[in-house]
């Protein structure tokens, strides 16, 4: 077994994919690095590694956006593939995922402060906890919804302006 270890940002928005009944989530990572050449100059390389987990993502996928940096460990293979652009063989990188934790989010996808449907304010910790909410939905002051599953809010839940709370 070979495990793989990656510190590095998603190319593109994390998706959800099926393939023979069974669900994945699927997301590139690219990890870049500066070394300095015999000459003097810094040259940047940067490699791709496309990551796949099992299952649906629970409430991971709302997370893994275009930007997030994540640490990722796993087992990986690797792939040969024939290239379309220059119809060269090449190898491709893949990590089947069993640990990733986000680092950081290229936007802050929750306001530190959420609504009820009475309108009481609910703060969100930096980690994006509720400690006096528990479990339903929360609106920002533009009508956005936004979970909240054991005091954890979900980020980008769909708006549903028809419930929202009137906030001032």
Request: charged share 25%.
């Amino acid at each position: 077994m070979i495990k793989l270890t990656i510190i590095g940002n998603l190319g593109a928005d994390a998706e959800l994919k099926n393939q023979d009944g069974r669900s994945y989530v699927s997301f590139r990572v690219a990890h870049s690095e500066r070394r300095q050449q015999t000459d003097g100059t810094t040259k940047e390389t940067t490699l791709w590694v496309s990551c796949t987990i099992n299952g649906d993502g629970g409430r991971l996928l709302g997370w893994l956006k275009k930007g997030t940096k994540v640490f990722v460990q796993g087992d990986a293979d690797v792939r040969i593939y024939n290239s379309s652009k220059d119809h060269c063989l090449k190898a491709g990188l893949n990590c089947y995922v069993r640990d990733l934790e986000l680092i950081s989010t290229n936007v802050d996808a929750v306001p530190r402060e959420l609504y009820d449907t009475n309108g009481v304010a609910h703060p969100v910790t930096k980690s994006y906890g509720v400690t006096d909410f528990t479990d339903g939905t929360l609106y920002d002051r533009n009508s956005q919804a936004y979970q909240v599953t054991k005091g954890w809010v979900v980020p980008q839940v769909a708006p549903q302006p028809e419930q929202a709370p009137e906030i001032l």
